[in-house]
């Protein structure tokens, strides 16, 4: 930049564009100058600025902008509070349903030790009462071999003795007929007779 340029408006320049005075200053090449600030209406830029917030705020308030803006907030918090509202019921039905299977799964477990208790009772009854069929069973049938026994030795005894007495008759009728004649058959006959007299 070999040239230096040096910029400065006048009041009048400044005035016909629009604008209060200003004051601003451009460097070049070193030396300083100061410029006009712009204002209007007797304001500067800041308070131009200023104004116009309030402008947009007074705006606002006048169009009722809080209102809906609080009252879409106050929406959504409803809305909030209704979703908190269904989460806590759907939980509290969870807990309920969860707290009503786990009493039904210990009542399940309860009803199979019962049932597993009762079938060894009766498995135990049913054995008992096959040791004592088998008990009495066994009685019988001893009984009824001893009986069997027994009838047969009295039958055995008694077939010993009627063999006995035949082979004693016989033999009997054998000595009686070698050793007895006719004479002392008479004599035995007359001694029977006297004797019963």
Do not use: C
């Amino acid at each position: 930049m070999a040239e230096e340029a040096k910029t400065e408006l006048t009041a009048e320049d400044h005035a016909a564009m629009g604008h209060g005075p200003m004051t601003a200053t451009t460097e070049a090449g070193g030396a300083a100058e100061e410029h006009a600030s712009p204002s209007a209406l007797g304001f500067d830029a800041t308070m131009l600025v200023a104004l116009a917030m309030l402008v947009v705020i007074a705006l606002a308030i006048w169009k009722k902008v809080p209102a809906m803006i609080a009252g879409a907030l106050d929406k959504q918090i409803s809305g909030i509070k209704e979703q908190l509202d269904q989460a806590t019921a759907l939980r509290a039905e969870a807990e309920a349903i969860k707290a009503e299977y786990e009493a039904k799964a210990k009542q399940a477990a309860q009803d199979a030790i019962d049932m597993k208790a009762a079938a060894e009772q009766e498995a135990k009854q049913i054995v008992a009462t096959a040791k004592l069929a088998a008990t009495d069973t066994i009685a019988r049938r001893a009984k009824a071999a001893e009986d069997k026994i027994a009838a047969a030795e009295r039958g055995a005894i008694a077939d010993v003795r009627a063999k006995a007495a035949s082979v004693s008759a016989a033999a009997a009728a054998q000595l009686i007929a070698t050793h007895h004649d006719a004479n002392a058959d008479a004599a035995l006959v007359d001694q029977s007779i006297n004797s019963l007299n």
